[in-house]
């Protein structure tokens, strides 16, 4: 039976669509229209690599500087238009890492259901799933929300490596396998690994206050050794003290890609975060 939301995942950073692909198709499974773009931070063909397929990571910064977070926002804000303003859908945003940050951005007040419904209008955003995803509060960014405060040099998470131009130019992923994949087979965890990309430091500050607007859920992933579960618990605990914000916390025993080793956990609670709020 057709459901009666979308949902539109925003994707990590370092990635593509690829890993996600077992989560989609287990949601188009349960009768949900699924939707990943590829957003630019994270695009080989927009960081300027030289050749995709043996990337360079030490070339000079595009002439028109690295895609932010913001763009990837609009690339995610363009497909709302077209599924809410043309079709009338309602659309579950899912925000995996620094997707969350992409979701939130992209949650423009003009297309959350509760005020298009005000206006006499079908469909909207109705919510937001967050998965083990950066919550930050408005006017940081990722990269700033992180750092310390004290002036000190930037330095990359434990995770990533810089390359040739250091904050300037790009970081990769070092031991995704480990990371990023733990809970996998090792061969799955090595491919998932060899695929993916890179990174600008990501330095948008978020200037949408979807927090208070929106039914929110975090899924804190327990055994997270890229963005440890400690962190997530802090970010949430943060809004949370806020008056008008309640973001709903689940768990699950995952590393940082519950897409890939909790998949059908995963679906069963988007299906229930979309229908309860519906």
Same mark, same amino acid.
């Given at each position: 039976?057709?459901?009666?939301? +979308? *949902? ?7 990635? #593509? ?15 949900? &229209?699924?939707?990943? %773009?590829?957003? %630019?931070?994270?695009?080989? $063909?927009?960081?300027?690599?030289g050749?995709?397929?043996? %990337? ?9 500087? =690295?895609?932010?977070?913001? !763009?990837n ?28 940050? *992409? ?5 423009? %007040? ?12 079908? /469909? ?8 083990c ?12 929300f992180?750092?310390?405060? !004290? /002036? ?7 995770f ?6 250091? +904050? ?10 480990? =990371? ?6 090792? &061969?799955?965890?090595?491919? =998932?690994?060899?695929?993916? #990309? ?10 949408? !206050? ?11 992933? &327990?055994? !997270? ?10 970010? +949430? ?6 008056e ?9 025993? $995952? ?13 069963? &609670?988007?299906l ?7």
């Open positions: 039976m057709p459901s009666s939301f +979308v *949902v539109v995942l925003c994707h990590g950073s370092y990635h #593509t669509p690829e890993p996600y692909q077992p989560f989609l198709t287990a949601l188009k499974e349960h009768g949900i &229209e699924v939707h990943c %773009p590829q957003l %630019p931070t994270s695009d080989l $063909s927009k960081l300027n690599v050749d995709v397929s043996n %990337p360079n990571f030490n070339l000079e910064p595009p002439a028109g500087g =690295y895609p932010q977070p913001f !763009d926002a609009k690339v995610i804000q363009s497909l709302l238009e077209q599924l809410i303003v043309r079709d009338g859908k309602n659309v579950v945003l899912f925000g995996h890492s620094s997707g969350g940050f *992409v979701a939130s951005e992209a949650a423009v %007040p003009e297309l959350q259901a509760k005020i298009r419904k005000e206006k006499g209008l079908k /469909g909207g955003v109705v919510g937001i799933f967050y998965a995803a950066f919550v930050v509060p408005v006017g940081e960014s990722i990269h700033s992180f750092q310390p405060k !004290d /002036g000190s040099p930037p330095k990359p998470p434990h990533c490596t810089f390359h040739k131009f250091g +904050v300037n130019g790009l970081m990769s992923t070092n031991q995704a396998a480990k =990371y990023f994949f733990n809970g996998l087979d090792d &061969e799955k965890a090595k491919y =998932y690994d060899s695929i993916m #990309t890179a990174s600008p430091i990501l330095n948008t500050v978020l200037t949408k !206050d979807v927090y208070p607007a929106l039914p929110c859920v975090y899924l804190v992933t &327990e055994n !997270d050794l890229t963005l440890p579960a400690t962190y997530q618990e802090g970010m +949430v605990a943060l809004q949370n003290q806020r008008g914000v309640d973001i709903k916390v689940v768990r699950c025993q $995952s590393g940082h890609s519950p897409q890939l080793t909790w998949t059908e956990g995963l679906v069963a &609670e988007v229930k975060f979309g229908r309860e709020i519906l």
